[in-house]
Nanobody, 126 residues
Framework: QAQLRESGGGLVQAGGSLSLSCLAS????????MGWFRQAPGKEREFVAF????????KYSDSVKGRFTISRDNAKNTVYLQVMKLEPEDTAVYYC???????????????????WGQGTQVTVSS
């Protein structure tokens, strides 16, 4: 079992930046591929970014490519999502997720992940 806990959300003006963190415990962190997803009110949860256990493979959704950066610090059991040039459309609850094996790669579907955090709210005002 792995436990994930996000932090770093908040209210920011359009064009601003935030740094989201996700602290993992309970599993050897380097065995976990980690993803970020988001869910806006009334919408389905959507893939944002993925990073492999050793950080060598990264994948972004088209909507955030060039604005968001995923990274990880395996010594701190933490995965990060640096979000920049935020737009009102980025308003959502952001979730981190992890798993040690995937049926498709890189894993961009939420069903690929077993472990989920509780989410952190990001609100972008126009």
């Amino acid at each position: 079992q792995a436990q994930l806990r996000e932090s770093g959300g908040g209210l920011v003006q359009a064009g601003g930046s935030l740094s989201l963190s996700c602290l993992a415990s309970g599993r050897t962190f380097t065995t976990l591929g980690m993803g970020w997803f988001r869910q806006a009110p009334g919408k389905e949860r959507e893939f944002v970014a993925f990073i492999s256990g050793n950080g060598a493979i990264r994948k972004y959704s088209d909507s955030v490519k060039g604005r968001f950066t995923i990274s990880r610090d395996n010594a701190k059991n933490t995965v990060y999502l640096q979000v920049m040039k935020l737009e009102p459309e980025d308003t959502a609850v952001y979730y981190c997720a992890g798993d040690s094996s995937f049926s498709s790669y890189p894993p961009i579907q939420s069903k690929e992940y077993t472990y989920w955090g509780q989410g952190t709210q990001v609100t972008v005002s126009s």
